[in-house]
Every structure is written in structure tokens, then in C-alpha cells.
């Protein structure tokens, strides 16, 4: 089973209101199970909603304690972003998740990007602060752009564990 952004798979649980579909995610429902989740609005947020960056560091550092996440206007939102981290965990923990495809550049689900806090348009290097928990937390989490590594990683997986199975 494989955890994936939901907006991913078409829910229009976007900030905007809308989605983010993969055609090429929706193509692994063939070989594979899915399960959508949106951390945020796990973590109690209305859709639509207000866009909000990271400020002072990535989704580690939100969840240490020294960054935030707020929307452009100052309000600090990063309880509930904490929240709908821990919900996705507790859920992948339930399902014993070992992958997840998470949207690129969102201050939840970014792997690799995340906008740099002034609302500029401007990507740093970085995690969203559910994508940092999962990886803390042993889970391999790629973006939409790298559906043919995990499937390549899921491969070699199956393999070694076939091996240590001999
Ligand atoms: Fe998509 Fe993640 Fe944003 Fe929800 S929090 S809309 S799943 S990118």
C-alpha cells in the first residue's frame, strides 16, 4: 500500500480549492493500493484556505520547535500543520506504509522543495512538515516527479527481502 497526496488523485482538497492530479499516480492503482490522505486537512483546515509558507527553516525545524508555518498575512498555523503531520503518521503507522507519493513544494507534502516563507514565489531546498515526520520516521517519501524511482525502490525491496528470505 502506498500513502499519496490526495489533491495527487484529484480531491480538490488544494488551498485553491482545487487538485493537483497525476495522471501518471492515478496509473498505479492497476498494480498497487492507494490511500489519499491531505494532512491538511487532517489537521482541521477549511478548503479553501489561505496559502501558507514555512518560515525559518523546513518541516524539521517546524517540528523542533524553531520554524513556523503561517499565511502570508501573519496568521500562525503551525499547530494544525504539527497536527496533520502526526494524523498521517498515525495512519501510516496503521497500515504499516513503507512508501508514500506526496506533492512537490508544499509546506506538508514537499520532499525535496519548499517555498521560502515570503510568498514570492521563490523554492529553497527543503521538506513539508508531514513529509519530514514520515522520513523521520522510516518512510521512503517521493514527489510526483519520482514515481519511476519508487517503483524501481519497491523493486529492489521485494528483492533483497525475497533473498532474506532464502
Ligand atoms: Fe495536497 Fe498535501 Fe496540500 Fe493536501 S496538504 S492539498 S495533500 S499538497
Do not use: H, W
Not at 12 to 22: I, Q, T, V
Not at 80 to 98: D, M, R, V, W, Y
Not at 131 to 155: C, F, H, P, R, T
Request: aromatic fraction near 6%.
Amino acid at each position: 500500500m502506498i500513502l499519496v497526496s490526495a489533491c495527487l488523485l484529484g480531491t480538490n482538497c488544494k488551498y485553491s480549492g482545487g487538485n493537483n492530479k497525476s495522471e501518471r499516480l492515478a496509473e498505479l492503482v492497476k498494480d498497487y493500493t492507494l490511500l489519499p490522505v491531505c494532512p491538511e486537512v487532517s489537521g482541521g483546515m477549511p478548503t479553501p484556505r489561505k496559502p501558507n509558507e514555512i518560515t525559518g527553516g523546513s518541516g524539521e525545524a517546524v517540528l523542533m520547535g524553531s520554524a513556523k508555518v503561517q499565511c502570508k498575512e501573519g496568521t500562525d498555523n503551525t499547530e494544525s500543520f504539527i497536527k496533520g503531520a502526526k494524523e498521517t503518521l498515525s495512519l501510516a503507522k496503521k497500515f504499516n506504509i513503507k512508501y508514500a507519493v506526496l506533492k512537490e513544494r508544499s509546506p506538508s507534502c514537499g520532499s525535496s522543495f519548499v517555498y521560502d516563507g515570503t510568498f514570492s514565489g521563490k523554492l529553497v531546498n527543503g521538506r513539508g512538515v508531514t513529509a519530514a515526520l514520515l522520513m523521520e520516521n522510516g518512510i521512503k517519501v517521493y514527489s510526483e516527479n519520482g514515481i519511476e524511482q519508487l517503483l524501481k525502490d519497491i523493486q529492489k525491496d521485494s528483492n533483497s527481502m525475497k533473498k532474506d528470505e532464502v
